[in-house]
T-cell receptor
């Protein structure tokens, strides 16, 4: 799996859009970008994933640059409940094997009232 | 509601007393996995299962056992718990078809072994 780099921490005001960047310059052509988050001591939560097109779901939007070397997760209207550690992961569509998730340090996002 | 459930959520036990942490998912997922999470060490995979009766070791299997007799259940067994197994445990499942590979996690079980 390609290595990712994220800022250690970010702050955002409640109600504003939170934009979380991720660099993955060594991504290969068949690797997807996944985003998860973990609210303090709760189970990690899947947010969104994409290959090269921008993606949107009920939780967030994912913008992937044309060269695929970086991406941005957008929470359009952040709430206090979005305070969490956000993890960007790059991996291929593994079918067999351990398929374990390995989280890096992630970005600690704090939403302020 | 689609979910992964774990029980118990909190457990304090003593060294050597066998315990089982249950995990169940209602999404008909074939793949299931157990992780432990410790400060500074991130998520570490204990065991995983690709399907019923198919299990395999992850990165830290020592001191743990699992079984997969039914598709929905994947219990984690500690035959003789020790203090170094004090941790936060997560069960996860994921679909294997349709090009989807995201994992869904349970709420966690906080285990303390004294």
């Amino acid at each position: 799996d390609a290595k990712t780099t994220q800022p250690t921490s970010m702050d955002c005001a409640e109600g504003r859009a939170a934009n979380l960047p991720c660099n993955h310059s060594t991504i290969s052509g068949n690797e997807y970008v996944y985003w998860y988050r973990q609210i303090h001591s709760q189970g990690p939560q899947y947010i969104i994933h994409g290959l090269k097109n921008n993606e949107t779901n009920e939780m967030a939007s994912l913008i992937i640059t044309e060269d695929r070397k970086s991406s941005t997760l957008i929470l359009p209207h952040a709430t206090l409940r979005d305070t969490a550690v956000y993890y960007c992961i790059v991996r291929g569509l593994l079918i067999q094997g351990a398929q374990k998730l390995v989280f890096g340090q992630g970005t600690r996002l704090t939403i302020n009232p | 509601e689609a979910q992964v459930t774990q029980n118990p959520r909190y457990l304090i036990t003593v060294t050597g007393k066998k315990l089982t942490v249950t995990c169940s998912q209602n999404m008909n997922h074939e793949y299931m996995s157990w992780y432990r999470q410790d400060p500074g060490l991130g998520l570490r995979q204990i065991y995983y299962s690709m399907n019923v009766e198919v299990t395999d070791k992850g990165d830290v299997p020592e001191g743990y056992k699992v079984s997969r007799k039914e598709k929905r259940n994947f219990p984690l067994i500690l035959e003789s718990p020790s203090p170094n197994q004090t941790s936060l445990y997560f069960c996860a499942s994921r679909p294997t078809g349709g090009g989807r590979r995201e994992q869904y996690f349970g709420p966690g079980t906080r285990l303390t072994v004294t």
